[in-house]
């Protein structure tokens, strides 16, 4: 059976990398036609593009957390002379 996992933080650069592309491309299309499906289209990309950004951010925060505390387990294991 197929199980869902969460997107890696490579996996999610690279679709933030994609987004802003198409976000550059709607980007052009508003300006030149300024239809309101369009801008609401890119308002709704922005948005998806500064939530994944958000995850991005509290995986790599978190990451370093779990190395810093990783860090000071092994250093507190090598001061126990036991």
């Known amino acids: 059976m197929y199980e869902a996992t969460q ?6 650069v690279q ?12 980007r ?3 300006l030149n036609h300024g ?4 801008r609401a289209a890119l308002r709704a990309l922005d948005q998806q593009i500064a939530a994944n950004l958000s995850v991005i951010a ?6 370093v ?3 810093t505390s990783s860090l000071s387990d092994l250093l ?4 126990d002379p036991t």
């Open 28 to 30: 052009v299309e508003v």
């Open 58 to 63: 509290e995986r790599m925060a978190g990451g």
């Open 35 to 38: 239809q309101w499906r369009d």
């Open 65 to 67: 957390s779990d190395l």
């Open 15 to 26: 679709l933030v990398c994609e987004q802003i592309d198409e976000r550059f491309k709607l």
């Open 76 to 79: 507190a294991e090598m001061d």
């Open 7 to 12: 997107p890696t933080v490579v996996e999610l």
